[in-house]
Structure formats: structure tokens, C-alpha cells
């Protein structure tokens, strides 16, 4: 193997540790939040209100978006979007089918996409609840 060559191995991770490694900046989205957004937007098969009268099927743990709805609910550059996109399909977490105007993200079976969303879901439900006690 070569020096600059990194080898690839699997992580199992859930829902836990991505509220762990979440990051705050304001009203931009973390890379943690925004793949959690795909993981949801992907277990509802969500299609973009811009794409809804496309004649394009949405599969199993498929969205349809743009660059440009994503830029603005995550509040990010569409080019920084275009890249991230680019480097979570590098890491194998999503695969895109990129069409004029949108894309169709995958998220790969392997995520167990329903358990990781109620896991993540449960726990910002108790972090909210344990930040009301907080401030009590």
C-alpha cells in the first residue's frame, strides 16, 4: 500500500454520537446536522416542493433536492454543499444520481435508516428536555 493511501474501514456509529460531535454555529447547520437532515429527509422520501411535478420515482431511502433548498435550509454556499455531497459519496455514506437542476440522494442500506432516525429523534427530545431542567 502506498504512504498517501488511507485504508478504508467500517464504523458503527449511532444516533448518540452524532448529537455528541454536533456542533452549534448560529442558523448553519453542522456537517453532523446535515447528514442527519439527508438521513431524514431519506426515510421520508422527501422530494423537493420545486420537484414534485418531475417524472422522476423516489426509491427506498431516496430524496430528491436541489443544491439551492439545501444551501438555504442549511444555510451554507451552494458550493460548499456541492462539495460536501461529493465527500460524504467518497466516504460511501450517500450515492448520487445527479440530474439537471437536482439530485437524487441514496442512502445506502447498510444505515439501518429507520432505528438510527428514532434513536436521534428520542434522544433530542431528552437533551431538550434535560435544557428545560436546566433552566429551571
Same mark, same amino acid.
Given at each position: 500500500?502506498?504512504?498517501? @493511501?488511507?485504508? @478504508?474501514?467500517?464504523v ?7 448529537? *455528541?460531535?454536533k456542533?452549534?454555529? +448560529? ?7 446535515? *447528514? %442527519?437532515?439527508?438521513? #431524514? ?11 414534485r411535478?418531475? #417524472? *422522476?420515482?423516489? +426509491?427506498?431511502? @431516496? %430524496? ?9 435550509e ?10 460536501y ?6 466516504? +460511501? ?16 442500506? !447498510?444505515?439501518?435508516? !429507520? ?12 437533551? !431538550? ?6 433552566? #429551571?
Amino acid at each position: 500500500m502506498k504512504e498517501n @493511501q488511507i485504508p @478504508q474501514i467500517a464504523v458503527s456509529a449511532n444516533a448518540s454520537l452524532f448529537l *455528541y460531535l454536533k456542533e452549534r454555529i +448560529g442558523d448553519r447547520k453542522s456537517k453532523v446536522e446535515a *447528514y %442527519c437532515d439527508l438521513l #431524514d429527509k431519506a426515510s421520508k422520501r422527501f422530494v423537493s416542493r420545486f420537484l414534485r411535478n418531475k #417524472d *422522476y420515482e423516489i +426509491g427506498t431511502n @431516496q %430524496c430528491h433536492v436541489t443544491i439551492t433548498d439545501l444551501a438555504a435550509e442549511w444555510h451554507w454556499h451552494r458550493a460548499t454543499v456541492r462539495s460536501y455531497l461529493e465527500r460524504m459519496e467518497a466516504f +460511501g455514506l450517500i450515492q448520487k444520481i445527479t440530474l439537471p437542476k437536482s439530485i437524487v440522494i441514496t442512502i445506502p442500506e !447498510s444505515m439501518s435508516l !429507520s432505528e438510527l432516525k428514532e434513536e436521534f429523534s428520542s434522544l433530542e427530545s431528552s437533551e !431538550s428536555e434535560a435544557q428545560i431542567l436546566d433552566n #429551571d
